[in-house]
């Protein structure tokens, strides 16, 4: 069995990529991790980040305001959820985007036809080397984190693993 250097998923031995993640494994042997930052990155799960409980609402509220509980928590994003099940997020990038100058005619619109479905979501047992990774190819600034049974238990960002990997630097220097 070989674990998957990104997601920590164990593969039959020889298989190109991960059946968790999708990663390419082929390559996988050529990188030594030589710095302390970087064993973190591949060891460090993405509970150590402590998600922050995420704000929900449903997918009929309007979209102006989710706009103004945005602004008035000083939250980047909200999860759209159907009962429990998170079925979208509406993230500050989709503000600008989807409504854009039409924000008046489209503030009484519900929030389901702005915002970004299905949501890209982590696991929380997910390593922070896959948080970093899933983000970087989608563009995402955020990401909901599920727990076992696949439940919705808090969001990362993009500054949550800034300030991580700014901790890990300073402590290597140490």
Not at 57 to 86: F, N, R, S, W, Y
Not at 126 to 147: E, N, Q
């Amino acid at each position: 069995m070989t674990n998957c250097p990104f997601c920590g998923h164990e593969n039959i031995e020889g298989v190109d990529t991960c059946d968790e993640c999708q990663q390419p494994l082929a390559d996988s042997h050529l990188h030594e991790l030589g710095t302390a930052v970087e064993r973190s990155l591949i060891d460090d799960r993405v509970d150590v980040l402590k998600p922050k409980a995420p704000i929900v609402v449903a997918g009929d509220k309007p979209v102006g305001q989710v706009l103004k509980l945005m602004v008035d928590k000083g939250i980047g994003c909200v999860i759209i959820v159907d009962g429990e099940t998170p079925t979208g997020i509406f993230s500050e990038r989709d503000a600008l985007m989807r409504l854009n100058t039409d924000y008046a005619a489209m503030a009484d619109q519900p929030v389901s036809n702005v915002m970004t479905s299905p949501p890209q979501t982590l696991v929380s047992d997910a390593k922070i080397a896959f948080a970093t990774h899933r983000m970087d190819l989608g563009g995402y600034r955020h990401l909901p984190v599920l727990g076992p049974a696949e439940e919705l238990v808090g969001i990362i960002s993009v500054r949550d693993i800034l300030r991580y990997l700014t901790e890990k630097m300073t402590a290597s220097e140490a």
